[in-house]
């Protein structure tokens, strides 16, 4: 209520209305001088606040999913950093987007192919999940980027290994399976 009322006085501030000296602004002094500025009616003022407030209200629902989740991710990194090591723990946030539902299968296979390093090669596959440069053509069109410096940006990497894999469903070109 008290969000509301604040939120109701800035825009009364807002709008150059002022209320009595010694007035304190009471939310129904406030709601008065703003109906009398627009030609409202109380009813239409007292309606505008409970839309107000129930905007609020869906604003902190929203911000509290939000943090649940963001909560939620972080668990999970340091699960996955205490099972794999943090080097591959800290991708599980890049992981959950490109992989969701088989974030443990995607992370296993990093951890077998690179360990966690971005930049890591064998002469011929690259990244985080060792792609082969035979898929240079193919990693253009999926990701927008040229090859040889895209697939060491883990983002295009992991969205060039979701499209192969078809999710994370399909492990089959790699020689590290889950």
Known sequence: MRSVTHLVIAIVIAAGLSAPAGDLLSPHTVLAAHCSSRGDTYAQALAAKAHIRAAALAAARRAATREREARRIAEETARFGRLYGA???RWYPLV???FPGHEGD????MHGES??????????CWSLWQIHECHARKFREVTGHAFFWGVLVPAYSAEMTAHMTR???DWSSWSVRP
Request: charged fraction near 10%; proline fraction near 4%.
């Open 96 to 98: 959950h987007r490109w």
């Open 106 to 109: 995607a992370l296993y296979v």
């Open 167 to 169: 999710g994370g469903i």
């Open 115 to 124: 360990g966690g390093d971005p930049y890591a090669s064998n002469g011929t």
């Open 87 to 89: 080097g591959v723990g």
